[in-house]
């Protein structure tokens, strides 16, 4: 019969791994928690001022998927991807297999095209559990109400869901820049937690390094710094989407900058394992 197509079955191998499964849990379970400490608390929302993603964020559903999207994307999703791109080569090198994949009729920058491939969809599919995630209980605790934008302004159902879309695709479209710095460490180790760890290490540190205004200019071309720009774009109205422009630039430079490096080192690579 016929075999199935490369990027399908890498996709499969990773959808098998238990690994996968617990970080799958662990991205819904930390919106459900928070949306139920949420609903428990009878407190009365915070001044606007002081950030209209989690003042509004009973307001409805909507905006409690935003709020989820915003806590969860800054660390927790970013650990998620980093495991997924710094295991996918280093980890077949650990468990042996990397040279068995080799000896196929699959030459090296295919395998890596289609690994690099399948860690875009596994990081699709993760931002994804979030935004609907925290939808799904924000509905339930909160209602299927218009989101709610300062001051007191309401959008839509319809246009929020356009809105929670373009913002889930723009925090996947980030996080690859960090993706790509653990695919390339990846591919210089074979210790699949040394490229884990040293890519959200990376990120940790750019965030960090991102909120010195010493640094000058020095900060606007890390790749953390416009993250969090969609979150005005969502909730301000006639905000000039300037910054996640920048955003979408940077990411692109590390993407490219970070790719060329992981297909050159892959390809001069003695694969021993």
Known sequence: GRRPPVIAT??????????????????????????????????????????????????????????????????????????????????????????????????????????????????????LIISLTGLIAGTIAFGWHPLRLPPFVDLTQSRALVRLGLATGFVVVNMLSIAAFALFLSVMTDSAGGAIGGAVAFAIASQILSGISALKWIRYGLPTHYWDSWQPWVFLRHYPAADMARSLVVTLAYVAVFGALTMWRFRTKDILS
């Open 10 to 127: 890498e996709l499969s191998k990773q959808l098998r791994r238990m690994r996968t499964w617990v970080s799958f849990a662990g991205l819904m379970a930390l919106p459900i928690i928070a949306t139920v400490a949420q609903k428990l608390d009878h407190s009365e929302q915070q001044d606007p001022r002081g950030g209209a993603i989690f003042a509004f964020s009973k307001s409805s559903g909507f905006n409690n998927a935003f709020a989820a999207l915003a806590f969860m994307s800054s660390f927790f999703l970013v650990i998620v991807v980093c495991s997924f791109a710094g295991e996918s080569v280093a980890g077949e090198a650990s468990w042996g297999t990397l040279r068995y994949l080799l000896l196929r009729p699959v030459g090296r920058l295919r395998l890596l095209g289609r690994k690099a491939i399948v860690i875009v969809l596994m990081t699709l599919i993760a931002t």
